[in-house]
């Protein structure tokens, strides 16, 4: 394994960015669902989690597929 001189690995296409977009959902998410808590809508604030979580479920499901596409060409040679 090549090592470059900052110790990172090259040709290695690690993507931190969806990660930090998850978190971030998460965040504001969390506080979006406190305001309308504290404002005495939690039906609301309930329906902003659920559908947070759902793109968050996409976003992953989205990532998985890119996943399974890479391991596939990796062993069956495409």
């Known amino acids: 394994m090549n090592v470059d001189v900052l110790g990172e690995v090259p040709d290695m ?11 971030g959902i998460g965040i504001i998410i969390a506080m979006i669902h406190t305001v309308l808590k504290q ?7 309930h329906w ?3 559908i ?3 793109v968050v479920l996409f976003m992953v ?3 998985l597929d890119d996943l399974f596409k890479e391991i ?3 062993f069956l040679f495409q």
Do not use: P, R
Not at 13 to 23: K, P, R, S
């Open 13 to 23: 296409n690690v993507d931190v960015n969806a990660i930090f977009q998850i978190a």
């Open 61 to 63: 499901v989205s990532l």
């Open 52 to 54: 947070g979580f759902v």
């Open 48 to 50: 902003v989690t659920v």
């Open 39 to 45: 404002m005495g809508k939690e039906d609301m604030a």
């Open 72 to 74: 596939k060409t990796i």
